[in-house]
């Protein structure tokens, strides 16, 4: 049978457009991302941080821990858990204001983002939120390091992407993995930080910071649970910093160099602070996994790492000691996670300081940290050293 030609002709128009539709609707998405998101949105090369990081000439390297940024979608995310007078005007924006404003009080030298930066179940587009969760950092140009908490990959983005997204943003020092190593997680990685300059510690590093993947949830025994650090970090970790305190060795034996580490969810033993003491407040059940592997063991064992920044439970800011090591929350920071209205969002700063030797800066010699609260004054509160080298080490 003859078919009659109008029909023919709707036809091959339907398969025309259903051909070209995909093609228009992503011609369309990309102007809109252009139109709503700017320039910064377009993939283009990134603006890198100079690395390696380094002391400061006065001798300070300051790190600012941002922990629990929980951002949604910015202006139309509202905040959670504040005091009813406040929350008609409280948004996602309200986060990035407190970012900024801490961005310009303690003008650190390296911003660490200790996971939920966004809160998945929020957030309609994760490439969008993390632009805007982490701007005031690029827009600083200050280093940035970042790694997931549990609720980062709920949104559109598996943890390998968002990790791989957040290490090609602009000034972020922040990695997927370590290469030749087959680790666990996503956003396992070191940086080391040299000293000035114009010291004799210039191409040496006297700092090392390790970043670590704690997971999101897990299933153990038919009971869900909190991620953990697995194994296979625990050996790349060990490793990494084995060979850190050899080259420190080989260079200046009278200083080894110090280590930080940062991860999300806190370890079980943190629940022992309770009774052994803490600085800071203890409000809130620690919510780790239900699995202990072994990290406290192998940080005591590897002798460098001397302090432990975590976040997770937003309501805890404290810092306590476990078998020499300080284990510190931030303490939540973001509005649109949980909190307590009347109790301030807050951040935590950490500085360490080189010693004086003969006219010429020698290893780090003091760690210390503080928090500041989103109050008219950043108010600074619970002051502390962390740690301090032993003066008579190496003599
Ligand atoms: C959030 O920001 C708005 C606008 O600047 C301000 O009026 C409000 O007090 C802030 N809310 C909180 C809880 O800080
Ligand atoms: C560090 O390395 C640079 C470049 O290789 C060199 O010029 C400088 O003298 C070195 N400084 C020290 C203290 O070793």
Redesign the pocket.
């Known amino acids: 049978m003859r078919r009659r030609p109008w029909r023919r002709s709707f036809f091959s128009h339907l398969v025309l457009i259903l051909f070209f539709l995909p093609l228009v609707l992503f011609l369309c998405h990309s102007l809109l991302w252009v139109a709503f998101l700017g320039a910064d949105a377009v993939p283009r090369v990134k603006r890198s941080a100079e690395l390696p990081l380094r002391f400061r000439s006065d001798g300070s390297f300051k790190i600012l821990q941002v922990a629990d940024m929980h951002y949604g979608n910015g202006l139309v995310t509202r905040?959670r858990d504040?005091l009813p007078s406040?929350s008609s005007?409280?948004t996602d924006v309200?986060s990035t204001?407190f970012l900024k404003r801490m961005i310009e009080a303690e003008r650190p030298d390296l911003i660490a983002f200790t996971g939920d930066n966004i809160f998945g179940a929020s957030a309609t587009d994760a490439a969008e939120s993390l632009f805007k969760v982490f701007r005031p950092a690029m827009e600083s140009r200050i280093p940035w390091a970042a790694i997931l908490g549990n609720h980062d990959q709920e949104s559109t983005m598996p943890r390998v992407e968002l990790m791989s997204f957040i290490s090609l943003m602009d000034y972020s020092v922040a990695q997927v993995n370590p290469s030749g190593f087959l680790v666990d997680g996503y956003g396992n990685y070191d940086i080391k930080v040299h000293g000035a300059w114009d010291s004799g510690l210039a191409n040496t590093s006297v700092l090392n910071l390790y970043f670590l993947d704690s997971g999101d949830r897990a299933m153990v025994g038919g009971r869900r649970t909190y991620g953990w650090i697995k194994d296979s970090q625990l050996t790349w970790l060990r490793a990494v910093s084995e060979d850190l305190q050899r080259s420190s060795n080989l260079q200046q034996s009278r200083y080894p160099a110090p280590s930080l580490s940062f991860f999300h969810i806190p370890i079980p033993e943190v629940r022992e602070l309770w009774f052994k003491g803490f600085v800071g407040q203890f409000q809130e059940a620690i919510a780790c996994s239900s699995v202990n592997s072994g990290v406290l063991q192998t940080l005591v064992s590897m002798g460098d790492v001397k302090a432990v920044f975590i976040g997770h439970d937003h309501l805890n800011d404290f810092c306590g000691n476990l078998d020499g090591i300080w284990f510190c929350y931030g303490g939540g920071f973001g509005?649109h996670g949980y909190g307590k209205p009347s109790w301030r969002r807050r951040a935590r700063v950490v500085l360490a300081q080189l010693g004086k030797g003969k006219g010429t800066w020698m290893g780090v010699e003091v760690i210390k940290t503080w928090k500041r609260l989103?109050d008219d004054k950043l108010t600074k509160i619970d002051e502390q050293v962390l740690w301090r080298r032993d003066p008579w080490e190496g003599q």
């Open positions: 905040c504040v406040e005007r409280c309200n204001v509005y989103d």
